[in-house]
């Protein structure tokens, strides 16, 4: 007699959502494990600022990765991919809704739908720092360099790590074709990468200065305002006025949370979860749903977190289904910064065990590719 196959479905197939479906399919044999995405690709934003700067930086099937090729190892009755949105979840029946006409039933849920940004959700023109929950990314990318690489002047607002090497591989790019670009990097820190040691704010502030970018720091943007001659018109808080054929805000993400019963979302917007990684929301037994990555309200949204976070939820899945075999693990996202960026292809910095790494480390260990050479193994499709 087959044994019943008990089935976890997981929503998201990115840096926390494929590892967990791996993890799952290697150790339980009972699992069935459903993942579902709104793209059949992997969009490996990790090195999107260089993709979009640097269009011939790399083949598009580098940072594009069919999800069900990382999967095909795997027999049909343990795994299935489903391509679609999530618009909502019953916890009741234990089900999700697909493009609000598909239930699929659940044993266990996890919640792995990642965040956005401003700039990939953008009605102009997005530039995709982050997937766009639609399959779509080929086009958005295409457009997105094209109208980067015809534009001379441009304004990114917010000089975290993104910014940052935007700002650093734009310059770059248009000193490599010859072409005169202002850029400006407005920073509402009194520093660019405020999350470091002000060593290594210095440090990037000197690579971009080098590369002739404009810093403007210790101002916010209030205003961007798309005219209809096609120029932005960017207001800073000091009454500053700025003219760009391209603005580009950098700051923050959103979470990806619209169909997440509001019971379970902090003030925010982010899944709310105790150290497990179990989802809570107010109910009295616990919850068989979990979530991992960006979409938590762990505050440290960094693909390698989200990698951490997968492997306790894997972990607290495995324990449910086939008990102390498994031990159950927390999770502590910690306070140590573990960050490099690179400023261009020539150096950068960042910061490592409470250092700021030297220039060519940085160029050498993610300078070099921004990792992409690497991407499929984040899927495990290598």
């Known amino acids: 007699m087959t044994p019943t196959k008990t089935t976890v479905v997981i929503i998201g197939a990115s840096f926390a959502g494929t590892p967990i479906a791996h993890s799952l399919l290697k150790d339980v044999p009972t699992v069935k494990v459903i993942l579902i995405n709104p793209s059949p690709t992997f969009y490996f934003c990790i090195a999107g600022p260089r993709i979009m700067a640097k269009p011939a930086a790399f083949r598009p099937e580098q940072y594009l990765i069919p999800i069900e090729s990382a999967f095909k190892q795997y027999p049909s009755e343990s795994f299935e991919f489903v391509q679609g949105r999530v618009t909502s979840i019953n916890p009741e029946d234990k ?12 044993d266990y849920l996890v919640i792995a739908a990642g965040s956005s940004t401003a700039s990939t959700t953008r009605s102009d023109i997005p530039v995709p720092f982050k997937p766009s929950n639609a399959d779509n990314m080929a086009t958005l990318i295409d457009n997105a360099q094209q109208a980067i690489s015809s534009a001379s002047q441009i304004v990114i607002a917010g000089a975290g790590p993104i910014g940052v090497e935007l700002a650093g591989e734009l310059a770059e790019a248009a000193q490599d074709r010859g072409k005169s670009v202002k850029i400006t990097l407005v920073s509402a820190s009194d520093r660019v990468l405020p999350m470091l040691k002000k060593s290594g704010s210095k440090a990037a502030e000197s690579l971009l200065t080098q590369k002739n970018v404009t810093v403007i720091s210790s101002q916010a943007v209030t205003d961007a305002v798309l005219s209809t001659n096609g120029t932005w018109n960017i207001s800073l808080s000091n009454g500053q006025q700025l003219a760009a054929d391209l603005y580009i805000p950098t700051t923050g993400v959103l979470p990806n949370s619209g169909f997440i019963p509001q019971q379970w979302l902090d003030t925010d917007g982010w899944v709310k979860v105790n150290q497990e990684l179990r989802v809570q929301g107010g109910q009295n037994a616990p919850l068989p749903i979990y979530a991992a990555g960006d979409i938590t309200n762990n505050s440290m949204r960094l693909s390698f977190k989200a990698t951490e976070q997968a ?27 573990m960050m490099l960026v690179p400023v261009g292809a020539s150096g950068g910095t960042g910061q490592l065990f409470g250092m700021t790494p030297w220039s060519f480390m940085v160029k050498t260990i993610k300078g070099k590719d921004f990792f992409v050479s690497k991407a499929a193994s984040f899927i495990g499709a290598s």
């Open 95 to 106: 089900s999700v809704m697909v493009d609000g006409q598909t239930t699929i039933q659940f």
């Open 311 to 337: 492997a306790v939820v894997a972990a607290n899945i495995k324990n449910d289904i086939l008990g102390s075999k498994y031990k159950r693990r927390v999770y502590d996202q910690g306070d140590s910064i």
